[in-house]
Nanobody
Framework: QVELVESGGGTVQAGGSLRLSCVAP????????MAWFRQSPGKEREFVSM????????RYTASVKGRFTISRDNAKKTVYLQMNSLKPEDTAVYYC?????????????WGQGTQVTVSS
């Protein structure tokens, strides 16, 4: 079992920045692929970004490329999502996930989410 705890959400004006953190307090994350997803009201949960075990493989959804940066610090058991140039359409609950592969079906552990609200 991997417990994941997200933090860093909040309300920011369009064009602003936030940095989300996801920590696994109970165990190492070094053997897991880590990911961020988000979900807006009335919409399905969607993929945002994913990072491989050693950080060498990274993926982003097209709408956040060039604005968001995912990173990880295995020693701190933490994965980050730096979000710049935020837009109102980025408003969502952001979830951290961990798993054994880049396929969403292999992400077996999820956090409770952190709310990000971007005002226009």
């Amino acid at each position: 079992q991997v417990e994941l705890v997200e933090s860093g959400g909040g309300t920011v004006q369009a064009g602003g920045s936030l940095r989300l953190s996801c920590v696994a307090p109970g165990r190492s994350i070094s053997s897991y692929v880590m990911a961020w997803f988000r979900q807006s009201p009335g919409k399905e949960r969607e993929f945002v970004s994913m990072i491989g075990r050693d950080g060498s493989t990274i993926r982003y959804t097209a709408s956040v490329k060039g604005r968001f940066t995912i990173s990880r610090d295995n020693a701190k058991k933490t994965v980050y999502l730096q979000m710049n140039s935020l837009k109102p359409e980025d408003t969502a609950v952001y979830y951290c996930a961990a798993g054994l592969g880049f396929d969403k079906a292999k992400l077996g552990y999820w956090g409770q989410g952190t709310q990000v609200t971007v005002s226009s």
